[in-house]
């Protein structure tokens, strides 16, 4: 069993930055390949980013890349997303998953879900 614990999320204006920040206790977090997703009111859930188990590879959706920066301190099982440049459309509650072996953008097939933490961002 994983528990993830996300946190850092807040209010700030358009152009400004946060950084997210998912704890996991449990099992060995350096096995699980870490994401992040979102949801917006009234949307699905969407991929955001995500970190294979090393940290060797990195993968972003289209609409926040070259802003986010996911990375991973697997001595502090914690996972970060640094998030700049924000947009009011990055309004959403973001969650940290976990899945063991390899990374998927699909919400589908992730093992372990934190509760998120909201971030909004004003024009």
Not at 44 to 69: H, K
Not at 76 to 100: H, I, W
Request: aromatic share 12%; net charge positive.
């Amino acid at each position: 069993q994983v528990q993830l614990v996300e946190s850092g999320g807040g209010l700030v204006q358009a152009g400004g930055s946060l950084r997210l920040s998912c704890v996991a206790s449990g099992r060995i977090f350096s096995s699980y390949a870490m994401h992040w997703f979102r949801q917006a009111p009234g949307k699905e859930r969407e991929f955001v980013a995500a970190i294979s188990w090393r940290g060797i590879s990195t993968y972003y959706a289209d609409s926040v890349r070259g802003r986010f920066t996911i990375s991973r301190d697997n001595a502090k099982s914690t996972v970060y997303l640094q998030m700049n440049s924000l947009k009011p459309e990055d309004t959403a509650v973001y969650y940290c998953a976990a899945r063991s072996g390899s990374v998927r953008i699909e919400r589908d097939g992730m093992d372990y879900w934190g509760k998120g933490t909201l971030v909004t961002v004003s024009s």
